[in-house]
């Protein structure tokens, strides 16, 4: 196979992520004397600033971490709860059998900016104001705007010109659409970041101390009093056609941090793979991979039609227990030990025959799933028009009928993998925060995250409302342990659901197949959209598969024999890999997704 770049190869360290400015920032830390924790804060801050229409500063990350010399993983959470005041009685007062995909009212407690100090203050060695330094000149000094942020812009200047002015101010500038390749400035902005390090230099003291008091000038300071005051007193139209109010406090911020926790992990032909737990997807991979027997999978052509079909199978069954059992610990009995289990899992694997089988079937794990409403899901659609510029899944940008108006623009993701000399290792999903899923908050310059759209207004789900529990949250890192739990690759992808469909496949190319990692990632992918989209509006379509072009038509045509609902896509449309392995001599291998032609890895 012919690869569109090379695969990177050094012993020093290595970046990899869906934009080439943070893998080049990141790599720049690094070079100062940061380790990969070090380099993957700053990196997912400067994220935060050339990618606003992927992630924002009051969004989510899910993160991994695997520290050189100790056996295992990490995972850290930044996905902020819900708030207080969230409750299911409050939305259908208002006659929601929906979160909305926009606005302020599924606003929930920014989660990524506690969760990166956290990382930065217990894993890294650099001093905070150094690695905020790359996010702050670019804030200020501008980023070129890529094809995709155009689009983004554009599909979403009707909204921000008719109904978010503050959102125009900040991103339309002389209310105009900036063109590709031209500099994107943020100055609110980069004053907010600017008097985030003049709290830390006022605080003096060593590095934690300075650390900390970063944190409590956004959760207990500035940052939360500005989002307080600002969810107060403004209302936002929304993809319902109403303006709501935001429900999000500053007790709410102050009242939550990010925390570590113990991964979720399946040991899987010779590896340990981990995942964060069920308050994300990330699960359902691991639930996916027990599904697939790994002998027979090594078997397969990994470019055939058998092996896209057994993948599929097994994600639909992994799916629907998504739905039917996943959600924040603390606030449903998860039971994930039985969804893992050998037993568990050679039975259901009985249920993947020679054809597709489009029906619903998530299983009994100890007990009855709760009932959900698969035909209201297939029966729901993606609004078009003005106010469809929602932050949903995988984004989307077409004309429709209205003069000057321009289709849904669903939020999407990043994600960034760095390793260092010593082993250390992070694989980080920051999501959430677009800036086309809330109005910017003025005084700070971002807007608020709307994770809140992921949670179901149905008490008796496991992923419901309620005040104080996560969102189940697509973001999804992956770590790859050897027989020795040391770390040996990370990896991930934006993609809302997507994500842990494109990683499953790329893993068991690489791992099974010994694909190498640039090649495993440029190979030709597919997706399912058979179960619930995890963003409003939630729909469903049943037994859909699509898959790129690259496939070829005789695998195509064997898909559709098999029952499975083929559309076809673009040759370069499905997956935003990246991923970094370190061998056990010490050598660093990195790959980035040449799709959309901004992801970079950059190492030596």
Not at 101 to 123: E, K, N, Q, S
Not at 272 to 296: F, N, R
Not at 311 to 328: N, V
Request: aromatic letters at 8%; charged letters at 20%.
């Amino acid at each position: 196979m012919q690869l569109t770049r090379p695969e990177i190869v050094g012993t020093f360290g290595a970046v990899s992520s869906s934009h080439w400015i943070a893998s080049s920032c990141a790599m720049r830390v690094l070079e100062r004397g940061g380790n990969a924790f070090d380099a993957a804060v700053a990196g997912g801050f400067v994220l935060q600033v050339v990618a606003p229409h992927l992630n924002g500063p009051a969004g989510d990350v899910a993160i991994l971490l695997h520290r050189a010399g100790e056996p295992g993983a990490l995972s850290v959470c930044g996905q902020g709860p819900v708030p207080v005041a969230a409750t299911i009685d409050r939305f259908r007062a208002l006659n929601l059998d929906l979160v909305p995909g926009t606005g302020l009212l599924p606003a929930v407690v920014p989660g990524a900016f506690d969760a990166w100090m956290l990382v930065l203050r217990d894993y890294g060695r650099l001093d905070v104001v150094e690695v905020l330094e790359c996010a702050m000149h670019y804030a200020g000094h501008g980023v070129p705007v890529s094809p995709r942020l155009h689009e983004t812009l554009a599909a979403a200047a009707g909204l921000f010109r008719r109904y978010w002015p503050d959102s125009a101010a900040c991103f339309l500038h002389h209310n105009d659409i900036p063109a590709c390749d031209t500099l994107l400035r943020n100055p609110s902005l980069a004053a907010t970041l600017s008097r985030l390090t003049r709290a830390a230099s006022q605080a003096g003291g060593n590095r934690v101390q300075r650390i900390e008091a970063v944190r409590r000038a956004w959760s207990n300071g500035f940052v939360a009093d500005a989002i307080d005051r600002f969810c107060r007193a403004a209302t936002a139209m929304d993809v319902t056609g109403r303006e709501h109010s935001a429900l999000l406090t500053g007790d709410d911020i102050s009242g939550w941090s990010a925390t570590v926790e113990a991964p979720q992990c399946l040991h899987y032909a010779g590896w340990t793979v981990a995942k964060c737990a069920a308050w994300s997807q990330g699960p359902a991979l691991l639930q996916t991979l027990a599904l697939l027997d790994a002998g027979e999978i090594s078997a397969l052509d990994p470019g055939g039609a058998e092996f896209v079909h057994r993948i599929t199978e097994a994600m639909k069954l992994a799916f629907a227990d998504r739905e039917a059992w996943y959600g924040d610990p603390a606030g449903s009995n998860v039971p994930m030990d039985h969804l893992l289990s050998d037993a568990y899992n050679r039975e259901r694997r009985e249920l993947i025959g020679e054809m597709a089988d489009n029906r619903w079937r998530p299983g009994a794990a100890g007990a009855e799933p709760v009932a959900f409403d698969y035909k209201a899901a297939t029966d729901r659609v993606r609004e078009n028009g003005l106010l469809s510029a929602y932050g949903g899944g995988e984004p989307t940008v077409g004309e429709i009928s209205s003069p000057g108006y321009l289709a849904s623009v669903a939020g999407d993701t990043c994600h960034i993998d760095v390793v260092d000399d010593a082993g250390n290792m992070v694989s980080a999903t920051p999501s959430g925060g677009w800036l086309q899923s809330s109005p910017v908050i003025p005084e700070l310059g971002f807007p608020l995250g709307t994770r809140a759209q992921m949670t179901w207004l149905d008490d008796a789900l496991p992923s419901r409302l309620a005040p104080g529990l996560r969102p189940r949250t697509t973001l999804t890192p992956t770590l790859v342990l050897d027989e020795e739990d040391r770390g040996y690759l990370a990896c991930g992808t934006p993609g809302g659901d997507q994500q842990d469909q494109w990683q499953v496949t790329f893993l068991l190319r690489h791992l099974l197949h010994g694909t190498g990692l640039q090649e495993a990632i440029e190979a030709p992918a597919f997706h399912s959209e058979h179960w619930p989209n995890s963003f409003y509006p939630r729909h469903a379509s049943p037994g859909k598969l699509v898959v790129e072009s690259r496939f070829g038509e005789t695998v195509i045509q064997d898909l559709k024999r098999r029952g499975h609902a083929v559309e076809e896509n673009g040759p370069w449309s499905e997956g935003r890999l990246t991923a970094i392995a370190r061998e056990p001599d010490g050598r660093i291998r990195a790959a980035a997704n040449p799709r959309g032609g901004i992801g970079y890895a950059v190492g030596r």
